[in-house]
C-alpha cells in the first residue's frame, strides 16, 4: 500500500533557531500534501494544504510566514517551523493523497514528527 | 460547516470483549467517512472507509462499521479486542477545501484493553 514518512520522528531545537520536517511519498506521487499539528490528547488540526510546484494554503490562524512549507516535488513536501518557541512544541504530521482529488480519496499518514523547543 | 463528534473521550473494554465506538457526522452532502487509529507518538493509520454501497464495511485487523445515514452515525466495531487494540481511534469525514480533498477529524476516542 501507499506509504508516507516523516523525518525526523523526533527533534529537539533551541528557542529562537528553525527547524524542517520532510514528508515524502514513498511509493506514489502525490500532487497535495497537507500538515496536521496536534495537541496533546487532541484532534488533528488542519495546518496548511501544500501544492506541488505552488504556494501553500493555509488555515485560518496559521501563521505562513512561521510555518513555512515548500513542496518542491511530487514526491516531497518541507514544513520549517522558524523561529521556534516552546509554545510550537507539538506532535506535527503529514498526510498525501494519490489520484484525482475528491473528498472520498484515501488520504495516507506519515509517522509523525515529534517536536520539542527548549 | 462539516463537523464530527465522538461522544467518548476513553473507554475501557476487557480483552475478548466486543467493542462499538461512536461517530456522528454532520455534513451537508453524502459524506465520505473514515475511520483511523493512532498508536501513542505514532501516525495515523487507516482502519476503513465508506464511499457508497452498501453500509456494512469491513476493515482491517478485524474491524467494521456501519453507515446509518438516518442517525448520521458511522459506529466502528469489533467483536473480540485484543490487548494491542489500545489505540487512539479518530472518525473523520472528507470533504474539499478549496478544490483538494482532506479530512475533518473527530476529538478521538481512547481504546483501554483491560486483561
Known amino acids: 500500500g501507499a506509504v508516507v514518512s516523516q523525518h525526523p520522528s523526533r527533534v529537539i531545537c533551541k528557542s529562537g533557531t528553525s527547524v524542517k520536517i520532510e514528508c515524502r511519498s514513498l511509493d506514489f506521487q502525490a500532487t497535495t500534501m497537507f500538515w496536521y499539528r496536534q495537541f496533546p490528547k487532541k484532534s488533528l488540526m488542519l495546518m496548511a494544504t501544500s501544492n506541488e510546484g505552488s504556494k501553500a494554503t493555509y488555515e485560518q490562524g496559521v501563521e505562513k510566514d512561521k510555518f513555512l512549507i515548500n513542496h518542491a516535488s511530487l514526491t516531497l513536501s518541507t514544513l520549517t517551523v522558524t523561529s521556534a518557541h516552546p509554545e510550537d512544541s507539538s506532535f506535527y504530521i503529514c498526510?498525501?493523497?494519490?489520484?484525482?482529488?475528491?473528498?472520498?480519496?484515501?488520504?495516507?499518514f506519515g509517522e509523525g514528527s515529534w517536536l520539542t523547543v527548549v | 460547516a462539516q463537523s464530527v463528534t465522538q461522544p467518548d473521550i476513553h473507554i475501557t473494554v476487557s480483552e475478548g470483549a466486543s467493542l462499538e465506538l461512536r461517530c456522528n457526522y454532520s455534513y451537508g452532502a453524502t459524506p465520505y467517512l473514515f475511520w483511523y487509529v493512532q498508536s501513542p507518538g505514532q501516525g495515523l493509520q487507516l482502519l476503513l472507509k465508506y464511499f457508497s454501497g452498501d453500509t456494512l464495511v469491513q476493515g482491517i485487523k478485524g474491524f467494521e462499521a456501519e453507515f446509518k445515514r438516518s442517525q448520521s452515525s458511522f459506529n466502528l466495531r469489533k467483536p473480540s479486542v485484543h490487548w494491542s487494540d489500545a489505540a487512539e481511534y479518530f472518525c473523520a469525514v472528507g470533504r474539499m477545501n478549496s478544490g483538494y480533498s482532506t479530512l475533518t477529524f473527530g476529538k478521538g476516542t481512547m481504546l483501554l484493553v483491560s486483561p
Open positions: 498526510s498525501a493523497s494519490s489520484g484525482r482529488p475528491g473528498p472520498g480519496n484515501t488520504i495516507y
